[in-house]
């Protein structure tokens, strides 16, 4: 693996390095000639005081979801070109934005070409011994590109989730809803230790699973049905075990992977002792309720750790507004409501947002665009803000809560401090940052978003 430099090594005590992104797309993420000084002088203006003294969640990392369909383009890229493509996308040095986290589909997403599961078989049969269980049934590309992923970091996290079972495991036997057969649950509980164990034996490591993406959607293609108590009865008495049994026992469990608009799901899954005993959290999305739920699960539950895994850009919508709701909610929002990750959906796309099931979501704009050129869209750069800059093992840190300058600040393992700030508003803001008694005035254009960086001591 090539060495990696420090981007911020140049940077002078007392200095904050600058980089902005805009609305109207004049600036993305691109550093300021000029950085900022701290000072004893005192103003006016709005305060936000970083205090590294206290600390909250450490992070685990900032990515994107590596579908079937993103590998597909992506690896279709001429080799030279995919190389720089990676080292930009996975290194945080120079012009990378230093993505740290993948999640990936166990089997087909709604964004891979086709649905297929590892063991599907003819209608009307089944295969409980999983003797017909194929890593290599879909999605071809995976695993070579996440080898040539992990061949420039190998320190990247991967987590995986399942869309749906095989539908011979299935009460109506197809790819769109229905639940998992309860005399299944063993057998499924096999499948999952199969597909960790034939990641493994490839030389990919998979941290940290969810039995099922969005329990409750039972009309995406593929999706499947699981309510909290089937939930619960699955992980307590057969994931969790057979991970336990396999060798596996270090693979984090997570359950939920849905919206904020249900928290008495997960809630109800960690009330039962013996499921809570093999979890070690739950996993968010934001297509309903408020980001604030994070914080009253963490109040219910600290010991469990919180992900955000999800969230989509759609094809109406525009660049300014999408990075204005995005930063808010997504990245800082989550963040400072205790989530350890923050993943927007799609690593990539084509430009008529491609590939996808029949049934699946036609209308996700990836982070890159790749047709007849690569273009990098509003996650990509919603993402960068953090990834550059907050490296895995950071720990967020206190900032002032302000309305109107919404903000997450960090120490990062090398002793830099690193503060994210959204203006969202329609005119330029002056503010101070305040951190360990002195002073540097920024401003922020409107509808901006900036990542500042300095020396802790």
Not at 3 to 27: K, R
Not at 57 to 78: K, N, Y
Request: contains cysteine.
């Amino acid at each position: 693996m090539p060495e990696q430099t420090n981007p911020f090594d140049s940077l002078l005590p007392s200095s904050l390095a600058v980089w902005l992104t805009t609305a109207d797309q004049t600036l993305l993420l691109q550093r300021q000639a000029d950085d900022l000084r701290f000072a004893d002088n005192a103003n006016d203006f709005p305060v936000i005081t970083v205090d590294a003294g206290q600390t909250y969640q450490v992070m685990e990392g900032f990515g994107f979801s590596l579908t079937g369909g993103s590998a597909m383009l992506i690896s279709r890229l001429p080799a030279p070109d995919r190389s720089v493509l990676l080292r930009e996308l996975f290194l945080p040095d120079g012009d990378g934005i230093g993505v740290s986290f993948l999640r990936l589909s166990i089997g087909a997403s709604d964004l891979s070409e086709r649905c297929f599961t590892y063991n599907d078989r003819p209608d009307g049969q089944s295969d409980p011994e999983l003797v017909h269980f194929d890593i290599e049934a879909g999605d071809l590309e995976v695993i070579p590109l996440l080898r040539e992923i992990l061949a420039i970091n190998p320190e990247i996290k991967i987590m995986a989730t399942a869309w749906s079972a095989p539908t011979w495991m299935k009460t109506n036997q197809r790819f769109v809803g229905g639940k998992l057969r309860p005399d299944c649950y063993a057998v499924y509980a096999a499948y999952l230790v199969k597909y960790l164990k034939a990641m493994r034996d490839r030389g990919i490591t998979v941290h940290a699973i969810t039995p099922q993406n969005e329990p409750l959607n039972q009309k995406n293609e593929p999706s499947m049905i699981m309510e909290a108590s089937e939930q619960a009865e699955f992980i307590k008495n057969h994931l969790g075990p057979a991970l336990q049994a396999a060798g596996l026992g270090a693979v984090e469990l997570f359950c939920w992977d849905h919206n904020c608009d249900m928290p008495e799901y997960p809630l109800e899954v960690f009330a039962d002792a013996e499921a809570r005993r093999y979890l070690t959290g739950s996993a968010w999305h934001l297509y309903g309720g408020d980001i604030s739920v994070l914080s009253e699960m963490h109040q219910a539950y600290p010991e469990m750790k919180l992900y955000f895994t999800e969230q989509w850009v759609g094809i109406d919508g525009q660049f300014g507004g999408d990075l204005m709701w995005h930063v808010k909610n997504v990245l800082i929002g989550s963040l400072r409501n205790w989530s350890r990750t923050v993943l927007e959906w799609n690593l990539a796309s084509d430009p008529f947002c491609c590939p996808h099931t029949p049934g699946g979501e036609a209308r996700c704009v990836g982070a890159l665009t790749i047709g007849e050129d690569i273009v990098r869209n509003v996650a990509y750069y919603v993402i960068a803000h953090a990834a550059k800059f907050v490296r895995p093992g950071s720990v967020r840190i206190y900032s002032d809560e302000h309305a109107s300058l919404p903000n997450v600040a960090f120490l990062t393992p090398e002793g830099y401090i690193v503060l994210i700030v959204l203006n969202d508003g329609a005119e330029s803001r002056s503010f101070t940052i305040q951190f360990q008694g002195k002073n540097a005035v920024a401003t922020l254009p409107a509808s901006a978003v900036a990542t500042y960086v300095w020396r802790a001591a």
